[in-house]
């Protein structure tokens, strides 16, 4: 009794932290670099409220915008792939391509993308079209959430949630200009003002990138533009909304001239709320449409969806030792094709989360979600997890959930290219996973997890009409991190390898990247990166294995303005993307310069 009662006192220490560290990312949008480095770094993905990444039972990764630009990584595909368990590639094509992002051997419609608390994605609008050539200069926040999280997100988290945010503005008003020229007649550039006044914060931006690419048969260019205002009215509540547009264009030669064109919005509005001392909501409505054309010699095919969204989600802390989680979502969906599919869907559901600390060192959880899927029954997702800080630098991590995929609406209703199936019945899954994280000589840490999922009635959407694979499809593998640095950060590196023992769609059994940074003096940069793609097929043609070299550097000229410079494919080898016919290859070696301007 007098140790239950020791533990729950310290966690009222602990959880008074955690909720002034909540309250301060929820009310005033952001926390200085330094102080969540000294209080331990937020995720907000695990729960879709924020909490600290040492209460987490989840697998996460956050990646910071800042440190990717610092080492010319500008477009989210390429930072993806230094998550481990992450492939983000384009079996299609190289940049404005659509994209393709497996995490832990599954495929593309397994992941869910989540943007300014919105799903972007499901299984019918899926990632590829955002992923293109997304670009991470108007994103604050990337998160990537590993294994099957659908009692949280709802369906399609099976392999992971990709939770990004649009960047917010603080501080002293800052017009900031970045402009990138090189290889392939390449040009990237982007414009923003962001900053706070008072109650008021903003950040406002337009881009625009384009590309010839290492190929005459793909062209590129897209315009782009990113807001988000936010009012802090008082400590207890912050109102806000975002808006986000882009049109992409993708040219390419294949059997004549094909056109990709894909023109998308998203529009939402927010509060942040503290009810109670103890009770911090969110409520979220949102609106999001994609427009797809895809004009080719033998003609046209092309999606509508709009989607609208209402949602929100709850953090009640009851004392130092029980949380609930709890929140609740509606979802209307009009999709429409050229081939005369004009469906409707209304979905809807509820979840509630429990976290119980009973010492000091042991941090578990437990969610159930119930969630109508309009023309599927409806589904009951589930997650547990339990974290334990086995020693002062080791922690311990355990997971096990339940997520499901619905078909989408092409393999329910047919494509330009066959027929459909509308008696597909739901994928489901259940999945595990289990790691452990080390911190060596406070300057050190290494992370390994072991994962497996087993996905239950696959469909098979191709040769069509597509079918539910009877029995069940494994995944599993190994994830490893590692980083750290050497004397007083003046060298730092990064290290990520993902080994695959099964997989969905006969994926690289070893994927890794690497980085190298030497900052001597503060103003100087420059480092080496490197990556390595095992042979794999992603169910087309054989592929060979690839290994790739890059170089980058900067040099802050005056406290206004930084030149940059990156190599890419360094060594100019030879590699192919996919092969479902025609060989779509790699881009080869390629030089880019630029400069950061701000004022």
């Given at each position: 009794m007098h140790n239950n009662q020791t533990s729950c006192s310290w966690r009222t220490l602990t959880t008074s932290r955690s909720l002034f560290i909540a309250s301060a990312l929820t009310f005033s949008g952001n926390l200085s670099a330094e102080v969540e480095s000294e209080l331990d770094a937020l995720i907000i993905s695990a729960t879709r409220m924020p909490g600290l990444a040492s209460d987490s039972t989840s697998a996460v990764t956050i990646l910071d915008p800042e440190d990717l630009e610092s080492r010319g990584i500008y477009d989210l595909r390429q930072a993806l792939n230094e998550v481990p368990g992450v492939i983000a590639t384009s079996t299609a094509g190289q940049t404005g391509a659509v994209g393709s992002v497996f995490i832990r051997g599954t495929s593309t419609a397994y992941s869910q993308l989540v943007v300014d608390g919105i799903r972007l994605s499901d299984s019918t609008s899926q990632l590829g079209n955002f992923f293109g050539a997304a670009r991470i200069d108007d994103i604050g926040r990337i998160e990537v959430l590993r294994g099957p999280h659908a009692a949280i997100h709802g369906g399609e988290a099976v392999g992971g949630v990709i939770w990004l945010e649009t960047a917010r503005g603080s501080g002293d008003p800052t017009t900031r200009l970045n402009l990138e020229g090189g290889s392939f007649d390449s040009l990237n550039g982007y414009l923003s003002n962001s900053g706070q006044s008072g109650k008021l914060s903003w950040f406002a931006g337009l881009g625009y990138d384009g590309t010839h690419n290492d190929?005459?048969?793909?062209?590129?260019?897209?315009?782009?533009?990113?807001?988000?205002?936010?009012?802090?009215?008082?400590?207890?509540?912050?109102?806000?909304?975002?808006?986000?547009?882009?049109?992409?264009?993708?040219?390419?030669?294949?059997?004549?001239?094909?056109?990709?064109?894909?023109?998308?919005?998203?529009?939402?509005?927010?509060?942040?709320?503290?009810?109670?001392?103890?009770?911090?909501?969110?409520?979220?409505?949102?609106?999001?449409?994609?427009?797809?054309?895809?004009?080719?010699?033998?003609?046209?095919?092309?999606?509508?969806?709009?989607?609208?969204?209402?949602?929100?989600?709850?953090?009640?802390?009851?004392?130092?030792?029980?949380?609930?989680?709890?929140?609740?979502?509606?979802?209307?969906?009009?999709?429409?094709?050229?081939?005369?599919?004009?469906?409707?869907?209304?979905?809807?559901?509820?979840?509630?989360?429990?976290?119980?600390?009973?010492?000091?060192?042991?941090?578990?959880?437990?969610?159930?979600?119930?969630?109508?899927?309009?023309?599927?029954?409806?589904?009951?997702?589930?997650?547990?997890?339990?974290?334990?800080?086995?020693?002062?630098?080791?922690?311990?991590?355990?997971?096990?959930?339940?997520?499901?995929?619905?078909?989408?609406?092409?393999?329910?209703?047919?494509?330009?290219?066959?027929?459909?199936?509308?008696?597909?019945?739901?994928?489901?899954?259940?999945?595990?996973?289990?790691?452990?994280?080390?911190?060596?000589?406070?300057?050190?840490?290494?992370?390994?997890?072991?994962?497996a999922n087993s996905i239950e009635d696959q469909v098979r959407s191709f040769p069509t009409p597509p079918v539910n694979i009877s029995g069940e499809t494994p995944t599993r593998g190994l994830e490893t991190a590692l980083d750290g640095s050497w004397c007083d950060n003046e060298w730092r590196y990064r290290l990520s390898w993902t080994w695959l023992d099964e997989s969905l769609r006969d994926m690289p059994e070893n994927t890794a990247t690497a980085s190298l940074d030497w900052r001597p003096i503060d103003k100087l940069l420059v480092g080496v990166g490197a990556s390595y793609i095992d042979e794999r097929s992603y169910g087309g043609a054989p592929l060979e294995d690839y290994f790739l070299l890059r170089i980058y550097g900067s040099y802050q000229v005056s406290e206004h303005l930084t030149l940059h410079a990156r190599v890419e494919n360094l060594t100019d080898t030879d590699y192919e993307l996919s092969r479902f016919g025609t060989p779509i290859a790699g881009p080869g070696l390629g030089f880019f310069t630029g400069i950061t301007a701000a004022f």
């Open positions: 190929d005459i048969r793909q062209d590129f260019d897209q315009s782009r533009g990113a807001l988000r205002l936010e009012w802090a009215q008082n400590e207890n509540l912050t109102l806000g909304m975002t808006f986000r547009a882009v049109d992409s264009r993708f040219e390419y030669q294949n059997f004549g001239t094909n056109v990709d064109h894909t023109d998308s919005a998203l529009a939402t509005i927010y509060a942040n709320t503290r009810i109670r001392e103890n009770w911090n909501a969110r409520f979220t409505l949102g609106h999001y449409r994609e427009n797809y054309d895809n004009d080719t010699a033998f003609g046209n095919y092309g999606t509508d969806l709009d989607r609208t969204v209402l949602s929100t989600d709850h953090t009640i802390v009851l004392d130092p030792c029980h949380s609930i989680l709890a929140g609740a979502f509606f979802e209307h969906n009009d999709f429409s094709n050229t081939i005369g599919s004009d469906v409707g869907q209304d979905r809807f559901g509820v979840h509630l989360g429990w976290q119980w600390t009973p010492m000091e060192s042991v941090v578990t959880d437990a969610v159930v979600r119930w969630e109508d899927y309009a023309d599927f029954d409806d589904e009951i997702t589930w997650r547990v997890g339990a974290s334990w800080q086995a020693l002062e630098d080791t922690r311990l991590r355990a997971g096990l959930g339940r997520a499901f995929r619905t078909p989408t609406f092409l393999d329910l209703y047919g494509t330009a290219f066959g027929a459909g199936n509308p008696n597909l019945k739901a994928e489901t899954s259940l999945g595990w996973d289990v790691g452990v994280e080390q911190i060596i000589a406070e300057d050190h840490a290494v992370s390994v997890t072991w994962f």
